[in-house]
């Protein structure tokens, strides 16, 4: 079983950047899956999560609004489009899978993938 996290890089802040997540090993369609990031000497936070159909989302309080989740289960993916972006949102970005989107909110985890970094400069 393998997440792979990818889409990271340098941004200005304001703009824009799509992160994805590929599964591999294992279908993940019927599972939630979600986003989390590790700012540096910060504990890791959740940040976005989906459920498996796509129907049902929840968000940190403090992308709401900038940042969106969303799912391709025909290609065992998850993105996150991440918009007006700024440098407190500077972090290694990570996606997970767990048992529903409000455990992956506690961040009840059962599947880590490798992550990728995004740096918001001002």
């Known amino acids: 079983v393998q997440l792979q996290a990818s889409g990271g890089g340098l941004v200005q802040a304001g703009g824009s950047l799509r992160l994805s997540c590929a599964a591999s090993?294992?279908?993940?369609?019927?599972?939630?899956m979600g986003w989390f990031r590790q700012a540096p000497g910060k504990e890791r936070e959740f940040v976005a999560g989906i459920n498996w159909s796509g129907v049902i989302t929840r968000y940190a309080d403090s992308v709401q609004g900038r940042f969106t989740v969303s799912r391709d289960n025909a290609k065992n993916s998850v993105d996150l489009q991440m918009n007006s972006l700024k440098p407190v949102d500077t972090a290694v970005y990570y996606c997970?899978?767990?048992?529903?989107?409000?455990?992956?909110?506690?961040?009840?985890?059962?599947?880590w993938g490798q992550g990728t970094l995004v740096t918001v400069s001002s």
């Open positions: 997970a899978t767990g048992a529903s989107v409000t455990g992956l909110a506690r961040k009840e985890v059962d599947y």
């Open positions: 090993g294992r279908s993940f369609s019927s599972k939630p």
